[in-house]
């Protein structure tokens, strides 16, 4: 989305005057860590143009963060920051599921097998009985199919939790039990 005046041309002025900002105010937080899609150094941050290059060096640092992600997550199949895996070889599910997780009671990981009819925002996370969420296992946006997550539960006290797959639609909630 971006825009040059017309009648620059028609007056022989070169280079043309063009406005490369975005106009989409999604796009400008909508890359990992909250940064903008797309290449900041030439012509999205005015303070890189002055010759403030600090956010474009924390920009470049986290688009090499991502990229290193992806390449792992291709590789192996597994997102490496939360665990969380595409069950392979599977059809497509016909409804919502949040299977109970395997093992129960476990120390210190556990596995939670969850499936998804169509493509939709999905959370996963665990709360404490007082309904505190003490971990995030996936949210993000999910294509239709069967997945799995790994939760692992060194980092908190023995007890009874409940996760949750929160999607636009629905809400499915299910108790482990960590056992120290």
């Known amino acids: 989305m971006w825009a040059y005046m017309p009648e620059a041309s ?17 796009l400008k937080t909508a890359g990992m860590s909250g940064f903008p899609l797309g290449d900041l150094y030439n012509w999205w941050n005015p303070a890189v143009r002055e010759g403030n290059t600090d956010y474009y060096t924390a920009w470049k640092a986290q688009a090499e963060a991502e990229n290193a992600r992806i390449a ?14 595409l069950t392979p070889g599977s059809a497509l599910p016909e409804m ?4 109970q997780n395997y093992p129960n ?4 990981t556990t596995r939670i097998e969850y499936s ?3 493509q939709a925002q999905v959370t996963l996370k665990v709360y404490n ?3 505190q969420e003490v ?8 294509q239709a199919g069967q997945y799995a997550a790994t939760m692992d539960g060194s980092k908190l006290a023995g007890g009874l939790y409940i996760y949750r797959l929160q999607t636009g639609s629905m809400t499915i909630t299910k ?3 960590l056992t120290k």
Not at 96 to 99: A, H, R, S
């Open 10 to 26: 028609f007056n022989h002025q070169w280079p043309l005057p063009e406005n490369l900002s975005y106009t989409n105010e999604m």
């Open 72 to 85: 792992a997550w291709q590789e192996t199949g597994l997102d490496p920051t939360v665990g969380v895996e």
């Open 175 to 177: 108790k482990l039990v």
């Open 135 to 142: 971990m995030t296992l996936f949210s993000g946006v999910r």
């Open 129 to 131: 009985m007082l309904g």
């Open 116 to 118: 998804l009819p169509v």
């Open 96 to 99: 919502f599921t949040l299977e």
């Open 105 to 108: 009671p476990f120390n210190p």
